[in-house]
């Protein structure tokens, strides 16, 4: 009997969450409409870093997916197909598929509360009246998951709030988004490769 233990205990032996794998998501809306807009910038990131890493999405499940090495850890890009609205739902999906650890989990955003131009990295948080981690904090019943805040600001008249989240980038921000971007694009190798604190001390300045 020692042996059929042996061969089924290897076969349905809970395979342990790779410490090493990053969920990196990043939130938009799917649809040509949609690119180019303030609150695509999260899928404008992980577009910029997968450029830079030279691999290319994959449609999947809830989603379009990305992945690559960097210093030895696996950063698996994710860009939600389910809209802003029910984000949760895919990085939840991914994240279990995945075997992410909370802390592992990164997700990218556009932020009404920080001025163009602010990028800031935080360890948890409200969801600051933005619907996608609003979903994302009822699908894992907490909001104690990293996050990086990309600066939009408020510079629209009362009342025109979703005109401005939803608009296309104006000219002076256009010029300085591949900055931003690449910016961005650093921080979130840097969570993986030194670990959120000393991200925060490097780049939340």
């Known amino acids: 009997m020692k042996w059929l233990n042996k061969i089924f205990g290897n076969i349905f032996k809970k395979e342990e969450p790779d410490p090493m794998k990053y969920l990196i998501v990043g939130i938009g809306n799917m649809g040509d409409e949609y690119d180019e807009t303030r609150h695509n910038v999260g899928f404008e990131i992980l577009d910029k870093l997968a450029k830079e890493q030279e691999v290319s999405f994959k449609s999947a499940m809830l989603g379009d997916i990305a992945q690559f090495k960097h210093k030895g850890r696996t950063f698996i890009l994710l860009k939600p ?37 602010v990028v800031r990295i935080k360890p948890k948080g409200s969801d600051g009246g933005h ?3 609003k979903s994302i904090d009822q699908a894992f019943g907490t909001n104690k998951y990293a996050r990086l805040r990309f600066g939009i600001g408020k510079n629209f008249p009362r009342g025109r709030q979703v005109e401005h989240v939803l608009g296309k980038w104006n000219n002076d921000e256009y010029s300085e988004l591949p900055e931003l971007l690449q910016k961005s694009a650093d921080i979130v190798k840097s969570f993986g490769a030194i670990g959120l604190t000393h991200t925060m001390n490097q780049f939340n300045k």
């Open 81 to 117: 197909s389910t809209y802003v609205n029910l984000s949760g739902k895919a990085v939840r999906h991914w994240a279990t598929k995945e075997k992410i650890i909370t802390t592992n989990l990164l997700i990218v955003l556009d932020d009404l509360n920080l001025d163009f131009g």
């Open 131 to 133: 619907n996608g981690l």
